[in-house]
Nanobody
C-alpha cells in the first residue's frame, strides 16, 4: 500500500483559510482517485471532495460546494484541499484516501488506503 501523508492542518480563526496537502510516499497517484474526508467530534465521516488523478476530474457533495476546492499539483505529486471562510463547525480530522478506480467513488467504504489525518481546529 502507498503511504499517504497529510499536512497543513492547524488552528485557525473563523473566516480564515487553510490549504491541506496529501502526498503519496514513494510513488505518484497515477491511476488513483484521491479523496478528502473529515470527521468532526461526535460526527460521522463525510466526503469533502474527490479527484481523479489522471485527468483532474473532481466531484463534491452538494453540501461541500463553495468553500472547498480540491486540486492536484502534478509537479509535487500532491493533492491539495483549499478551505475558505472557515467556520468552527469545520473543526475535524481531515484525511485523504485513495482508490484505484476509473470512476470516482463517493462512499468512504470504497476507499481502501487512508492517511493518518491532520487536525483542523477553527476558533471563534
Amino acid at each position: 500500500q502507498v503511504r499517504l501523508v497529510e499536512s497543513g492542518g492547524g488552528v485557525v480563526q473563523a473566516g480564515g483559510s487553510l490549504r491541506l496537502a496529501c502526498a503519496a510516499s514513494g510513488r505518484t497517484f497515477g491511476g488513483y482517485v484521491v479523496a478528502w474526508f473529515r470527521q468532526g467530534p461526535r460526527k460521522e465521516r463525510e466526503l469533502i471532495a474527490a479527484i481523479r488523478w489522471s485527468d483532474g476530474e473532481s466531484t463534491y457533495p452538494d453540501s461541500m460546494k463553495g468553500r472547498f476546492t480540491i486540486s492536484r499539483d502534478i509537479a509535487e505529486h500532491t493533492v491539495l484541499l483549499e478551505i475558505n471562510a472557515l467556520k468552527p463547525e469545520d473543526t475535524a480530522v481531515y484525511s485523504c484516501a485513495t482508490k484505484w478506480s476509473l470512476r470516482i467513488p463517493t462512499g468512504a467504504d470504497s476507499y481502501d488506503n487512508w492517511g493518518q489525518g491532520t487536525q483542523v481546529t477553527v476558533s471563534s
